[in-house]
């Protein structure tokens, strides 16, 4: 298992709440976001974009 920051950590639990919550959309058509896979993959880009301590992206 990867090993992410506490700020990552962050990012993707806040993220994974939005998705539960029915909050969290993406792309340019901010469809709605139902899968935890893809919310826990677009909170770890906000941590990158934040400057997180994230692993490379695949």
Known sequence: MAKYSKKAQEKVEETVHEMKQGTLKSGKDGQKVTSQ??????????ARKAGAKVPKEK
């Open 37 to 46: 896979k893809q919310a826990v993959a677009i909170g770890l880009s906000k």
